[in-house]
């Protein structure tokens, strides 16, 4: 069986993101939350289809600006929803802005979106589905595996062979460490 580092050298949108985002550890809010928004869109959908999206998604929802994306309105709504360079599905602009919404609440309780996860830290692959099924919506466990191993919580982002592991492993990412 093929792993995603085998295949994403030979694709250039995937080889930037492999190289340089999958699988590195984030603590900026508005980078969790944007990955957090990507995931959810890539629900039913080719992760290439994202990956050409990318920048769409930043400029649409705001820089992943929590508190802006939170205030974002019926106008709001309708602008993302005619914006073809995301995937406009009611569902997920709707996920997007209420997870904002959740996300300050978050934030107000434990100081951002990194000290929540550090605060769950570790949990198994499961014990993270339900905690994120309470916290979130449209956050099924396939969207949260992704979410985690992608920013660092959760390991199999690479295999070990993969040269980007090493570099990896040198940022110290969260599924590193026994708790944090």
């Known amino acids: 069986m093929s792993s995603y580092c085998d295949f994403a050298p030979s694709h250039p949108l995937h080889k930037a993101y ?3 985002q999958y699988g590195f550890p984030l603590r900026d809010d508005a980078a969790l939350f944007g990955r957090l928004v990507l995931e959810i869109n890539q629900a039913g959908l080719s992760w290439q289809t994202i990956l050409a999206k990318q920048d769409h998604f930043q400029r649409a929802y705001a820089g992943f600006d929590i508190d802006r ?3 974002f309105d019926e106008a709001d709504r309708a602008r993302l ?6 995937i406009r599905n ?3 602009v709707k996920a997007a802005i209420e997870n904002a919404r959740r996300l300050q609440g978050i934030r107000a309780d434990r100081g951002s ?6 605060a769950h830290h570790p949990l198994d692959r499961e014990g993270w589905r339900k905690l994120f099924k309470q916290h979130f919506v449209f956050t099924g466990g396939e969207i949260v595996n992704e979410f985690l ?23 110290d990412p969260p599924w590193r460490r026994p708790e944090a």
């Open 69 to 71: 994306v939170a205030a």
């Open 113 to 118: 979106f990194a000290a929540w996860l550090d």
């Open 81 to 86: 929803l005619a914006d073809a360079g995301i």
């Open 18 to 20: 492999h190289d340089t």
């Open 90 to 92: 009611r569902l997920k």
């Open 149 to 171: 191993m992608s920013t660092g919580y959760l390991p199999g982002a690479h295999d070990p062979d993969c040269p980007v592991y090493a570099r990896i492993l040198a940022l």
